[in-house]
């Protein structure tokens, strides 16, 4: 069964890039362009990993990290994204197993998905 991806950026090329990476490497995608949105996707999709975005409008990557906590499904494993280099000490949340500096190298995002859903 192929394991399903949440995508969350507000960056639609960003989004179709990734989902082409992803889905050629067997992933099952879904998408989302906010954090709200990805709230639904959470309840509707039910994903097994997210890639989430840091900057977004009407509810950030914080902002959804902060909801999620407050949700059944928040031990979803969650792979950061970010423009900036030094942000690993904010990504220490018991769901964020990693993060990625954009523009995203999409064999590092295949393998910390491998070792998320492993």
Known sequence: M??????VDDDRLNLTFLQAGLV??????CMA???EEAIQSVKIEKPD????DI?????????FL??????????????MLTANENMQDVFVMES??????KPVNLEQLKQKLGSCLA
């Open 55 to 63: 900057q977004m409008p009407k509810m950030n990557g914080y902002d």
């Open 49 to 52: 990993a997210i890639v989430l």
């Open 2 to 7: 192929k394991k399903k991806i949440l995508i």
């Open 96 to 101: 964020v197993r990693g993060y990625l500096v």
């Open 66 to 79: 902060q909801e999620l906590q407050m949700m059944p499904e928040k031990r979803i494993p969650i792979i």
């Open 24 to 29: 050629q490497n067997g992933y099952e995608v």
């Open 33 to 35: 362009q906010d954090g």
